[in-house]
């Protein structure tokens, strides 16, 4: 067998996008609009990987005079560690730019000749933007995951590497003047819908390269599916559900209230719960079936009736997907304070928009256009300052767990036990939904231990087994962050439940960083705007 | 997870093999393609969506194999179903499904 490293594929860029997403190509469509030579690597297809692909997505979209209002609204939701000037500028950036988005050919409805700009069909979606990308100049490349990044002899991020899996496992190198990190969250490879492609990878290459991360505890958000396909976790039809024990008793809230995430998780421990769809009325459910018939697809294949039977309910771990941890931002053009990194999407925190509640698919997809636009257009003015001998700098490889054996090393893992164990970790309920502090020391120590196999030789065959022991680096790393976050924050806030903490304390309306690799450590940042009136119940 | 690829339906063009997200496929000269990875399949039926002639039939159940049967399956209306409710069907077009789906909403006047 030939050497992969003998015919790899050598490109050089102004901007490297890495990701395929929304963010991903927002981040791209802007530096290649600046006149920079951009090149996107995607570890899929650019235009099916990726949470936004695989489904229809609701698209907050305010328009400006109701704008405070709502933002307002969502400060309240995120316990008040959000920033209402950031919230205001993705929602002002996402309005302006939708026009365009329909200039590159996507059709949304119409309603009284106006366009009703407030939902994407994620198929559709990311066909548009890679006709746009392609038509823009954007050099492409799918199946082509990133394991790496380059830096030069000043820690500046200078391009990375890869390989390209429908090629062989080619090896590929992009030498690039500034990287955009677009590569979606961690969803611990539970196949929630279309986030198996999102195995943190973003949050290990730039704290390799020296980033931190903001706001880790924030990524225990659970979703409801069905539990016979508990892959499409999309709320909305379960607005009108009724749920009940194995027994056909009925579940409810507390005093007959809202049956939440908490309380499903509560009845999953004890035993199975099913729901009905019951509360809906004939045209609800042509609604709900036609805007969501993707959570109605897997039933009808199963030949359930979800209105007039019970079906088995579960919940699926989003990871950072749903949750708002990620890499942090150090200005507004979403760069990482690595000179030449910026970050977008769900790789970047997004606590500055849902705070410590889950930013949701709406926010979300707003904050991929405004984000993906602002590293881009980052990433393109730093580009603008480094001249064409930067491409001779000498660099060095930044990826080290997953990808090569640490010297005197001599064990060997399997990624695929690894990924086992973690999950193990960071799926349960009892132990990453509901948490205290015995549970997070021992899961630490759980994830510690991984982390030190993972030091190892990669026991892997094929290009497969090398991408994979490099995602379970990435989903170990970010489980190290999460759960130490998740230790520090002694207190209830969001969709972070301490049960020895149960109550959000008003002197805990801080900011989480962390990051390091072999020594992680987390610290108190201030909220720097003053405390809204009426906090601190 | 993928459980059929319709060899009378395939025209071997490959789509499946180049969106599939996770890899799932490998391409097969002149034939249909084969699942050489079952088990990364995430079921997020985007190859259905994808295959221009309804051959493949991605089942519910993302953790476990079940058997199905092409005439069965092709019977209940199951093969290309995802891609005629995206408006990609020959003949249709995505936003005849999204206006469609705005009237209902306006007439229910729930927030969505």
């Given at each position: 067998m030939p050497d992969p490293r003998e015919d790899r594929l050598q490109l050089q860029?102004?901007?490297?996008?890495?990701?395929?997403?929304?963010?991903?190509?927002?981040?791209?469509?802007?530096?290649?609009?600046?006149?920079?030579?951009?090149?996107?690597?995607?570890?899929?297809?650019?235009?099916?990987?990726?949470?936004?692909?695989?489904?229809?997505?609701?698209?907050?979209?305010?328009?400006?005079?109701?704008?405070?209002?709502?933002?307002?609204?969502?400060?309240?939701?995120?316990?008040?560690?959000?920033?209402?000037?950031?919230?205001?500028?993705?929602?002002?950036?996402?309005?302006?730019?939708?026009?365009?988005?329909?200039?590159?050919?996507?059709?949304?409805?119409?309603?009284?000749?106006?366009?009703?700009?407030?939902?994407?069909?994620?198929?559709?979606?990311?066909?548009?933007?890679?006709?746009?990308?392609?038509?823009?100049?954007?050099?492409?490349?799918?199946?082509?995951?990133?394991?790496?990044?380059?830096?030069?002899?000043?820690?500046?991020?200078?391009?990375?590497?890869?390989?390209?899996?429908?090629?062989?496992?080619?090896?590929?190198?992009?030498?690039?003047?500034?990287?955009?990190?677009?590569?979606?969250?961690?969803?611990?490879?539970?196949?929630?819908?279309?986030?198996?492609?999102?195995?943190?990878?973003?949050?290990?290459?730039?704290?390799?390269?020296?980033?931190?991360?903001?706001?880790?505890?924030?990524?225990?958000?659970?979703?409801?599916?069905?539990?016979?396909?508990?892959?499409?976790?999309?709320?909305?039809?379960?607005?009108?559900?009724?749920?009940?024990?194995?027994?056909?008793?009925?579940?409810?809230?507390?005093?007959?209230?809202?049956?939440?995430?908490?309380?499903?998780?509560?009845?999953?421990?004890?035993?199975?719960?099913?729901?009905?769809?019951?509360?809906?009325?004939?045209?609800?459910?042509?609604?709900?079936?036609?805007?969501?018939?993707?959570?109605?697809?897997?039933?009808?294949?199963a030949g359930i009736d979800p209105y007039g039977q019970r079906f088995p309910v579960?919940?699926?771990?989003?990871?950072?997907?749903?949750?708002?941890?990620?890499?942090?931002?150090?200005?507004?053009?979403?760069?990482?304070?690595?000179?030449?990194?910026?970050?977008?999407?769900?790789?970047?925190?997004?606590?500055?928009?849902?705070?410590?509640?889950?930013?949701?698919?709406?926010?979300?997809?707003?904050?991929?256009?405004?984000?993906?636009?602002?590293?881009?257009?980052?990433?393109?003015?730093?580009?603008?300052?480094?001249?064409?001998?930067?491409?001779?700098?000498?660099?060095?490889?930044?990826?080290?767990?997953?990808?090569?054996?640490?010297?005197?090393?001599?064990?060997?893992?399997?990624?695929?036990?690894?990924?086992?164990?973690?999950?193990?970790?960071?799926?349960?309920?009892?132990?990453?939904?509901?948490?205290?502090?015995?549970?997070?020391?021992?899961?630490?120590?759980?994830?510690?231990?991984?982390?030190?196999?993972?030091?190892?030789?990669?026991?892997?065959?094929?290009?497969?087994?090398?991408?994979?022991?490099?995602?379970?680096?990435?989903?170990?790393?970010?489980?190290?962050?999460?759960?130490?976050?998740?230790?520090?924050?002694?207190?209830?806030?969001?969709?972070?439940?301490?049960?020895?903490?149960?109550?959000?304390?008003?002197?805990?309306r801080v900011h989480l960083i962390s990051g390091g690799l072999d020594q992680p450590?987390?610290?108190?940042?201030?909220?720097?705007?003053?405390?809204?009136?009426?906090?601190?119940? | 997870?993928?459980?059929?690829?319709?060899?009378?339906?395939?025209?071997?063009?490959?789509?499946?093999?180049?969106?599939?997200?996770?890899?799932?496929?490998?391409?097969?000269?002149?034939?249909?393609?084969?699942?050489?990875?079952?088990?990364?399949?995430?079921?997020?039926?985007?190859?259905?969506?994808?295959?221009?002639?309804?051959?493949?039939?991605?089942?519910?159940?993302?953790?476990?194999?079940?058997?199905?049967?092409?005439?069965?399956?092709?019977?209940?209306?199951?093969?290309?179903?995802?891609?005629?409710?995206?408006?990609?069907?020959?003949?249709?077009?995505?936003?005849?499904?999204?206006?469609?789906?705005?009237?209902?909403?306006?007439?229910?006047?729930?927030?969505?």
């Open positions: 860029a102004d901007v490297l996008v890495i990701g395929g997403g929304p963010a991903a190509a927002w981040a791209a469509w802007a530096a290649a609009s600046k006149g920079q030579r951009t090149v996107l690597v995607d570890k899929g297809y650019m235009g099916a990987s990726g949470a936004c692909a695989a489904s229809g997505n609701s698209l907050l979209n305010p328009p400006p005079k109701d704008r405070e209002a709502i933002l307002k609204a969502r400060h309240r939701t995120g316990q008040y560690l959000g920033d209402l000037r950031w919230m205001d500028r993705i929602f002002e950036a996402t309005w302006r730019s939708l026009p365009l988005v329909e200039a590159w050919g996507y059709q949304f409805p119409q309603v009284d000749g106006e366009s009703a700009r407030e939902s994407f069909w994620g198929p559709e979606y990311l066909k548009v933007l890679r006709k746009a990308l392609l038509k823009a100049g954007v050099q492409v490349l799918d199946h082509s995951p990133a394991l790496q990044l380059l830096l030069d002899a000043d820690g500046a991020v200078a391009g990375a590497q890869g390989l390209q899996r429908q090629a062989g496992g080619r090896a590929w190198q992009v030498k690039a003047k500034a990287v955009v990190l677009a590569a979606g969250g961690a969803a611990w490879l539970s196949k929630v819908l279309g986030c198996n492609t999102n195995t943190g990878d973003a949050l290990l290459m730039a704290a390799e390269a020296g980033g931190e991360l903001l706001g880790m505890e924030f990524s225990s958000q659970y979703a409801i599916s069905s539990a016979l396909n508990a892959t499409v976790t999309r709320g909305v039809p379960f607005a009108w559900a009724s749920y009940s024990d194995e027994a056909g008793r009925p579940l409810t809230g507390k005093d007959g209230g809202r049956f939440g995430t908490p309380e499903l998780a509560a009845a999953l421990l004890k035993g199975p719960v099913y729901a009905q769809l019951d509360k809906a009325s004939h045209q609800v459910r042509q609604v709900i079936e036609s805007s969501h018939f993707i959570t109605f697809y897997p039933l009808e294949k579960t919940l699926v771990a989003e990871g950072t997907v749903r949750g708002t941890g990620g890499i942090r931002l150090t200005d507004d053009e979403c760069a990482t304070g690595i000179p030449g990194l910026y970050a977008a999407g769900d790789s970047a925190q997004r606590v500055l928009l849902g705070g410590a509640s889950s930013a949701g698919g709406g926010p979300s997809a707003a904050w991929c256009i405004a984000s993906g636009q602002w590293a881009g257009g980052g990433a393109a003015e730093y580009a603008r300052s480094l001249s064409e001998a930067s491409f001779d700098r000498p660099v060095r490889q930044a990826g080290r767990a997953g990808l090569t054996a640490e010297a005197g090393h001599a064990g060997s893992f399997d990624p695929d036990d690894v990924v086992r164990r973690l999950q193990a970790e960071v799926l349960p309920y009892d132990k990453n939904l509901f948490r205290h502090e015995e549970g997070l020391k021992a899961s630490i120590r759980a994830v510690d231990g991984l982390w030190q196999e993972l030091k190892g030789v990669p026991a892997v065959n094929g290009h497969r087994g090398v991408l994979r022991a490099r995602e379970a680096a990435a989903l170990t790393a970010t489980a190290r962050w999460m759960f130490r976050s998740a230790l520090e924050r002694r207190e209830s806030r969001g969709m972070h439940i301490r049960t020895d903490f149960p109550a959000t304390d008003p002197a805990q450590w987390v610290r108190r940042e201030p909220v720097l705007d003053a405390e809204p009136a009426g906090v601190g119940r | 997870m993928i459980e059929l690829v319709s060899e009378s339906r395939c025209i071997s063009c490959d789509k499946c093999v180049k969106v599939c997200p996770s890899n799932v496929f490998d391409s097969v000269p002149g034939a249909a393609p084969i699942v050489a990875r079952k088990e990364d399949c995430q079921t997020c039926f985007l190859c259905e969506a994808y295959c221009p002639v309804d051959a493949l039939f991605v089942a519910a159940e993302a953790h476990e194999d079940v058997q199905v049967d092409e005439a069965t399956l092709i019977a209940q209306g199951l093969l290309g179903q995802y891609r005629r409710n995206l408006g990609w069907a020959k003949g249709s077009n995505p936003i005849e499904k999204l206006n469609e789906l705005n009237e209902l909403r306006e007439r229910v006047g729930s927030p969505f």
